[in-house]
């Protein structure tokens, strides 16, 4: 059993940066992979990033890479998300996600967090 808890939401202009925090509990967590999502109300969670156990493997999607950065410290049981040059169209809740295997599809992770708003202001 994996339980994530995210933290570092919150507002900021527009080209300003966050990084995201997804703290896990479990003893296994260092094998999973894990992936951030985003969701807007009223429409589809996206996958954003995406890194493996090892960090060896890491997706990101199309709108945000090169701007976002995910990295994980298996030591600390955590894994971040560095998000810069932020757009209003980031304004989402950021989940976190854990799962067996790497993949861009909420149906492969199985240990979901609560959520983090992240508000971009234009």
């Known amino acids: 059993q994996v339980q994530l808890v995210e933290s570092g939401g919150g507002l900021v202009q527009a080209g300003g940066s966050l990084r995201l925090s997804c703290a896990a509990s479990?003893?296994?967590?260092?094998?999973?992979?894990t992936g951030w999502f985003r969701q807007v109300p009223g429409k589809e969670r996206e996958f954003v990033a995406g890194?493996?156990?090892?960090?060896?493997?890491?997706y990101y999607s199309d709108s945000v890479k090169g701007r976002f950065a995910i990295s994980r410290d298996n030591a600390k049981n955590t894994v971040y998300l560095r998000m810069n040059s932020l757009k209003p169209e980031d304004t989402a809740v950021y989940y976190c996600?854990?799962?067996?295997?790497?993949?861009?599809?909420?149906?492969?992770?199985?240990?979901w967090g609560q959520g983090t708003q992240v508000t971009v202001s234009s």
């Open positions: 890194i493996t156990w090892s960090g060896i493997s890491i």
């Open positions: 996600a854990a799962g067996r295997a790497l993949g861009r599809s909420g149906d492969q992770y199985d240990y």
């Open positions: 479990g003893r296994t967590f260092s094998s999973y992979a």
